[in-house]
C-alpha cells in the first residue's frame, strides 16, 4: 500500500489497516499550535485548512477567534462538528476541496495548515496556494507545517517537502517571514508507530528508531514551521 494513494475519507471511517487510531489524531490540539496561539499569531477570521478532526479549531475557537474548519473528507468534518458540539462550540466546519476554496474568497486574515501541505502533489500545491490566496486578505499570514525530508526512513509520509519547495511555491504569493525545522507531535509511541506502518505497508520499518518523543512518549517528527504574509 503506497501511502501516497491513502483515501483519507476511508481512513476516517476506520476502513483501512490503520484502523482508527490515526498518526495525527490526539485528540487535544497540537502543541505546536498552542505554542503558537500562546505567542499571539492568530488574529482575525481564521481558517483551519485540512482541520482532520477538528481539535486546533476547537481549541482556537475556545480562545474566542472565529474559525472556519474545512477539509476534504465529509467523515472527518462530521466528526468534527460533533467534537467542537461536546465542548459547546460555535464553529463552522464544511467539506471542501482545497485546491479550489470556492465561495471562500477574501474572507481569512490567519490560515493555519497542520500538516496539509505534504499531503498533496507537486501540482495541487501550486493550486493549493493560489487557492489559499484568493480565500485570504491582503496581510493575511500563513502558519503551515510539513513534513521535511529529515523524517526516518520508513515513516509513513505521503511527501516530504524540501525547503526549496515551499520558498518557491509559497514565496510566489506571500512573503515568508521565519522557515525553520522543527518537530511535530503525533498520537502514537514509537513503537505503536512501527507496528502500524508493518500493517499498512507491510513491510518492517527499519528506518523508524531512535525517535525523539515527549514527556508523554508520544514519537515527534521532524517537520518545517512556516510563516508567511501574504502579499
Known sequence: MDVQDVDFEELYQGDTPMGR????????????????????????????????????????????????????????????????????????????????????????????????????????????????????????RLHLFAFSPDVPDGFPAPYLISEADLRETVGKDWTIEKLEPTVYTTSMTAEELRQSVRVVLGEEPGGLTGMDTDADGRALVPVWYLTAVRR
Open 21 to 140: 487510531k490515526m498518526p495525527w489524531d490526539l485528540g487535544a490540539p497540537q502543541p505546536a499550535v498552542v505554542a503558537l496561539a500562546d505567542g499571539g499569531a492568530f488574529t482575525g477570521d481564521v481558517l483551519d485548512i485540512g482541520c482532520g478532526l477538528g481539535d486546533n479549531s476547537a481549541f482556537l475557537a475556545s480562545r474566542g477567534l472565529h474559525v472556519t474548519g474545512l477539509d476534504g473528507a465529509p467523515s472527518a468534518v462530521e466528526q468534527a462538528r460533533a467534537r467542537a458540539a461536546d465542548k459547546g462550540l460555535d464553529i463552522e466546519f464544511a467539506v471542501a476541496d482545497a485546491t479550489k476554496l470556492k465561495g471562500y474568497e477574501g474572507r481569512f486574515d490567519t490560515v493555519l495548515d497542520s500538516a496539509l501541505y505534504h499531503c498533496l502533489s507537486e501540482d495541487e500545491r501550486r493550486e493549493y496556494l493560489a487557492a489559499l490566496t484568493r480565500a485570504t486578505r491582503p496581510g493575511a
